[in-house]
């Protein structure tokens, strides 16, 4: 049964940006890849439409391939069309055109990071872009260091340069280990501060990702039960359906654990379990989100056997289509050991949290995709009521379910009485979607649409700090190391088939304790009331 609640009416449409990019040139370095064309472009356009990108920004593209102005043009036009959110309008498209340059750029070859500098100094000159440089490093992490140090030594970026801002943007991973991301650290503090340099973790940049932080501070009723006093466990699940896709190479040397829980699951234990912060700023916020992180111990031999499972998918079907097998899957080993599904179960030293579990998991080709974290409240001390047949108690706890994706939202359960002449008790939905909010009916930003103008205008509070980013590979590389001197044998996996919600072990590892994963399998609760 779901009660729902009317979304309370509504401001300016959420996708129009209420800021507006200074002048700036951007220089995505690897232009030509995935990243540019899938994310970087649409959102960078998309920017444009909605009137935050001025006159005085300019988007320079770098990477190997010889193109030159026109081609490199006439790509991304055709990224923003295939794979923007909004579609290619002339007038928009025709506005931007001229402020689109090309680099060829060869790592190895200072010559070609001359030929950026001068390209960004045209920008200053015709557009007005004053010096100013935000750099997207869009290419892979064994690069970033070099890149870094040529863009410095060629002058593109300066260490804190004083009469105009020189940024740049690290994707993930950042490094493949705690020695690694150290390493890396050090390696981009040699050029420059640690406020020109901007980690990003594309959950940071989701509506949902961010309304946590509303949710937890601008209410008074959830204050004062979000404790272990209160809350019973946490259970954060980053579920996709899709495999691979085309990226076995990459995945071969990463793994579910290092692709996913060390960044965006590691992200939402940190805003959910975080402190208030003492202000809305990127130092305060990042602040209680380390401390939450630095709080979590890592895992003993003993910790790591208890407390993790992984798993790697065998052939399935999802949605009615029979797909692969990881060890089938195009640049993968037909004898890989490398986890597609990683469950862990830790625990927040802390007076907040002492006594609550967190269970994450993530894994491809899982039942359904979806992100959410659900907070599992304690059971009433004495349960009065009846329930109905087949129910069990553990489906009369309070919930609180944050859906990150699909059908951002959010659902209270709360016990109600069934209709009639018992006292029965059956669990009602309270539920929230942002898609009913009226403003809608544009489509929400894209992640990267809020991250780029947030790094254009300096705001570091939706990117990972260089001890964050550290805290969280400490704790990953306690499971990492165990795991990779111990691979499981070569017929213990696959050990989930693709369309199943994962390895049997991960049951037990809740079941141990008397809980279950919350598999949300059912039609949504939105899907219910609209029925
Ligand atoms: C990326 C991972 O960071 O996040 C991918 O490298 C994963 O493997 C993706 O598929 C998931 O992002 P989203 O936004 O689709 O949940």
Known sequence: MTAVLAPAATAAPASVPSRAAPPCAVVIVGATGDLA????????????????????????????????????????????????????????????????????????????????????????????????????????PSAIGETVRELAVSGVVARRPRDHFARIIVEKPFGRDLR????????LHRFLDESQIFRIDHYLGKESVQNLLVLRFANSVFEPIWNAQHIDHVQITVAETVGVEGRGGYYEESGALRDMVQSHLLQLVSLVGMEPPVRLDAGSIRDEKVK???SIPSLDEAGVLRSTVRGQYGPGIIDGVPVPGYREEEGVDPQSLRETYAAVRLEVDSWRWAGTPFYLRTGKRLQRRTSEIGVHFRRPPRF???????????????????????????????????????????????????????????????????????????????????????????FCTSILDWWEAHPPALDEFPNYR??????????????????????????????????
């Open 180 to 187: 690694s991301a150290q390493d890396l650290n050090r390696r």
């Open 37 to 140: 064309r899938r994310k970087l472009m649409p959102a960078l356009y998309a920017l444009a439409a909605q009137g935050a990108l001025g006159e005085h920004v300019t988007i320079v593209g770098a990477s190997r391939q010889q193109l030159s102005d026109s081609e490199f043009r006439e790509q991304m036009r055709e990224a923003v069309a295939t794979h923007g959110r909004l579609s290619v309008q002339a007038e928009v498209w025709q506005r931007l055109e001229p402020a689109l340059r090309y680099v060829t750029l060869d790592p190895h070859e200072p010559r070609t990071y001359t030929a950026l500098r001068e390209v960004l100094e045209w920008s200053d000159r015709t557009f007005g872009t004053q010096g100013n440089r935000l750099v997207h490093l869009a290419i892979p």
């Open 498 to 531: 693709a369309g199943s919600w994962g390895p049997h072990a991960a049951d037990l590892l809740l079941a141990r304790e008397g809980r279950a994963w919350r598999n949300p399998s059912q039609p949504s609760l939105r899907a219910i009331a609209e029925s």
């Open 292 to 294: 939450l992180l630095r």
């Open 384 to 474: 009065l009521f009846p329930t109905g047949s087949g129910e069990e108690s553990r489906d009369l706890e309070n919930l609180l379910i944050i859906r990150i994706q699909p059908d951002e939202g959010i659902t209270l359960c709360v016990n109600s009485k069934h209709r009639g002449a018992t006292m029965r008790v059956t669990p009602v939905g309270l539920d929230f979607w942002y898609s009913g909010v009226r403003d809608v009916g544009v489509a929400p930003p894209d992640a990267y649409e809020r991250l780029l103008i947030d790094a254009m205008l300096g705001d570091a509070t939706l990117f990972t700090r260089e001890d964050e980013v550290e805290e969280a590979w400490r």
